[in-house]
């Protein structure tokens, strides 16, 4: 093209034509100081993987105090949002005036000239609770800096990875002891802004925020059904399990795809306690992690000694115990004398199995002989007294 220079010289010229370009065009941050009571974040992070399901980390930060609340979670479908966004306010202890977000669908429906269309449940869950749900501005990160950061703490010391030297979860249980552990060692120790602990600040936070409802926000979280004795819950035609101490209690089950989703409001907030695929009548879905340890069947059934005579009979060794799970006996009868030296007693009842007068075929009990010359009655006749 004509050109004669070095391409370092093209760089130095290209980078003083980028600084002076972003020099008037360049974003202007400024600090945003909250007031205690007001403002509350939450945003979304990919969890780690527990066998072939992926989680979600539900990360939630007041601003003031800078408290935070990471839960886990299996989907982002607004019934789950809603009961972690609870089980979070419970953990607080009171509800911020404002819960900023994302625009996700369960928030916000459209965007009509520049303003958010809120969704039906998001307007009945603020309502619920007395706040109000906004939305920052659409792929802006920095507008909710205190719940990103929230995110990338909390992927940084739960997801698995080289830097950390973290195992594998074995169970959504583990997990949920993991989130509860981090939060507990972020929120006990002092922040780098405020050099207070989070804890110490929310104790003074909680005086600005408003009361949490006695019950909570259900009307997203499906029907309502009541677990059986046999700890299962029917819902469509189906049977699925839920954990054995629910027994008796109300719980909602709703549908999310292809999976039953159940859910139980107790004191701590709604808790999501089973999760099935969709089965048919007939073929109940059974996870033998919700009831204990089953007990032994009539094939596994281990002797146990009862008595003296019995724990005597076991101590001979392992034989005893084999000889019993092989072998039928018949209990002798008391009193049916000894065993002499002509070989076993008879029964004086004369009932048992080859005695004298025993019955045809083995069958107990004495044989009633009519006397000779004694017909038997017609039938409907009856003896004359």
Known sequence: MGYAGSERTTRRAVAGLKQAYAAGRRRVHRPWVAEPGMWAQYDFGDGPRIGQAATILFCLWLAWSRFRVVLPLLDKSGPSVWAAADVALRRL???????????????????????????????????????????????????????????????????????????????????????????????????????????????????????????????????????????????????????????????????????VVITHAGPAGPVEVARHQVTTPGSPRVDDAHYPPAPPGALNRMPKARTTAEAQFLGIGDGAGLWLAGTRRRRRVPGAGQDGPGGPARCPARCCRGGPGARPGGRGGPVRRRRPGRHPRPPGLRRRR
């Not at 583990?174 to 120790?189: D, I, P, S, T």
């Not at 046999?230 to 699925?240: D, H, I, N």
């Open 93 to 259: 202890g009171g509800v911020p005036a404002y819960l900023l977000t994302d625009n996700e669908k369960t928030v916000t429906v459209e965007h009509v000239a520049g303003i958010p269309v809120r969704n039906a449940a998001a307007v009945e869950f603020g309502r619920h609770y007395g706040l109000t749900v906004a939305a920052c501005v659409p792929y802006d990160p920095a507008s909710k800096g205190g719940s990103e950061s929230t995110v990338k703490i909390a992927k940084a010391d739960l997801v698995p990875a080289q830097a950390n030297l973290l195992g594998e979860y074995a169970s959504f249980a583990q997990l949920e002891a993991a989130c509860e552990g981090f939060c507990g060692q972020v929120n006990a120790r002092p922040h780098r802004i405020t050099r207070r602990a989070p804890a110490e600040m929310l104790a003074e936070e909680r005086a600005r925020l408003h009361p949490v409802p006695a019950a909570p926000f259900t009307a997203a979280l499906g029907v309502t059904r009541r677990v059986d004795a046999m700890s299962l819950v029917a819902f469509e035609g189906g049977q699925y399990s839920v954990p054995h101490q629910l027994a008796g209690q109300v719980v909602h089950v709703r549908r999310h795809g292809g999976q």
